[in-house]
């Protein structure tokens, strides 16, 4: 199935390319693309930048498992050009990482920080936070081991329990129970004062990075700009309109090896909802929305967007306007999602 995979990939990002350009970054993830043996990885990595060629200085990010970075795979992502490597870190500890369902340990991790190190410009971690039974230590533990690699970025994610996935089905049977919301908070707080002592700039509500390391490939999300996207499950916004692919693999490599469009999902916003959307992902920065800029890009004013609440929100001390920007205050990002639901009663 991995050939199939390649070849339809291949065939839908030439589709999509009639309307490319020049990009300033590529992202290879929503997935592990490094499971892929060297050979079809070598496959892989060229096909995205043909269709969609990376301007000077652009960011060129992978997704990997540090129990697949070896010295051959790290050969092929330096041979195609990738910048920036994210590794789906997520504890430091081998009991949490079980837990976790990972199959690799803290060794393997230092280990591919090392590898990557030899030709990524930047080297992310991704954590995991609010395991079953995780203490304040146990916590304290993963955040001081990941400093220690000095990585140029962090990403730390609360453990969701989502329908339909394994973790939720665990926790139905009673083997998993979460953890307390007044823990899960004291944890996210330790991650913000801990890795600002480290250096890495909060600069949104989940992601740390050293001056200059931002993950430029989120950042057009959180700008609400366009983006192309291929591949099962998908999602690509382009010209006003997002598409979702069909999340299945063998739906999506039927559809397009027959020539038939791989999109289950299609909408356009109406210019009203398009704004409100954008305001929701841009007070997901740190640094929030200039309400000014906000105006004449979307033609609403933030003020005709959310009316009393607003208000409301500013006076519960969750949002705060200084200097003609609006942003989440830090008991704002703990209740972010309390916040953005607000928006969407709208």
């Given at each position: 199935?991995?050939?199939q995979?390649?070849?339809?990939?291949?065939?839908?990002?030439?589709?999509?390319?009639?309307t490319?350009?020049?990009v300033?970054?590529?992202?290879?993830?929503?997935?592990?693309p490094?499971?892929l043996?060297?050979?079809?990885?070598?496959?892989?990595l060229?096909?995205?930048?043909?269709?969609?060629p990376l301007?000077?200085?652009?960011?060129f990010?992978?997704?990997?498992n540090?129990?697949d970075m070896?010295?051959e795979?790290a050969?092929v992502?330096?041979?195609?050009?990738?910048t920036r490597?994210?590794?789906?870190t997520?504890?430091f500890s081998?009991?949490?990482?079980?837990?976790?369902e990972r199959?690799?340990?803290?060794?393997?991790?230092?280990?591919a920080?090392?590898?990557?190190?030899?030709?990524a410009?930047?080297?992310?971690?991704d954590?995991?936070?609010a395991?079953?039974?995780e203490?304040?230590?146990d916590?304290?533990?993963d955040?001081?081991?990941?400093?220690?690699?000095?990585?140029?970025?962090?990403?730390?994610?609360?453990l969701?329990f989502?329908?339909g996935t394994?973790?939720?089905?665990?926790?139905?049977?009673?083997?998993?129970v979460?953890?307390?919301?007044?823990?899960q908070?004291e944890?996210?707080?330790?991650?913000?004062d801990r890795l600002?002592?480290a250096?890495?700039?909060h600069?949104?509500?989940?992601n740390?990075?050293?001056?200059?390391?931002?993950?430029?490939?989120?950042e057009v999300?959180?700008?609400?700009?366009e983006?192309?996207?291929?591949?099962?499950?998908?999602?690509r916004?382009?010209?006003g309109?997002r598409?979702?692919?069909?999340r299945s693999t063998t739906t999506w490599?039927?559809?397009?090896?027959s020539?038939?469009?791989p999109v289950?999902e299609?909408?356009?916003?109406?210019?009203?909802?398009?704004?409100?959307e954008?305001?929701?992902l841009g007070?997901r920065?740190?640094?929030?929305?200039?309400?000014?800029?906000?105006?004449?890009r979307?033609?609403?004013?933030?003020?005709s967007?959310l009316?009393?609440?607003?208000?409301?929100l500013?006076e519960?001390?969750l949002?705060?306007?200084e200097n003609d920007?609006?942003r989440?205050t830090?008991?704002?990002?703990?209740?972010s999602?309390a916040?953005?639901?607000e928006?969407?009663?709208?």
């Open positions: 199935m991995t050939e995979f390649l070849t339809a990939l291949d065939r839908e990002l030439a589709a999509q390319s009639e490319a350009r020049p300033t970054t590529l992202f290879i993830g929503g997935g592990t490094t499971h043996p060297p050979p079809q990885l070598a496959r892989l060229p096909i995205a930048r043909r269709f969609f301007a000077d200085s652009g960011e990010s992978i997704e990997a540090p129990a070896n010295e795979r050969a992502l330096a041979e195609f050009g990738v490597v994210s590794l789906g997520q504890s081998d009991r949490k990482l079980k837990v976790l199959d690799h340990d803290a060794a393997q991790v230092a280990r920080v090392e590898l990557s190190r030899q030709f410009k930047s080297v992310s971690l954590l995991i936070f395991a079953p039974d203490t304040l230590a916590w304290e533990y955040l001081a081991a990941a400093i220690a690699l000095q990585p140029d970025h962090v990403s730390t994610y609360g969701t989502e329908r394994a973790f939720w089905s665990r926790r139905m049977k009673g083997e998993l979460e953890l307390p919301d007044e823990r908070r944890m996210y707080l330790l991650a913000i600002a002592a250096g890495l700039e600069y949104e509500i989940s740390f990075a050293r001056p200059g390391r931002r993950c430029r490939h989120n999300y959180w700008s609400a700009d983006y192309f996207a291929a591949g099962p499950g998908a999602a916004y382009v010209a309109s598409e979702t692919n069909h490599i039927n559809r397009v090896l020539g038939q469009s289950a299609s909408e356009v916003l109406p210019p009203k909802d398009k704004a409100r954008a305001l929701m007070l920065r740190t640094s929030g929305v200039d309400c000014a800029a906000f105006a004449g979307f033609g609403y004013s933030i003020e967007l009316g009393p609440a607003l208000t409301k500013l519960l001390g949002l705060k306007r920007a609006l989440l830090r008991d704002g990002l703990l209740l999602d916040v953005f639901a928006f969407l009663r709208r």
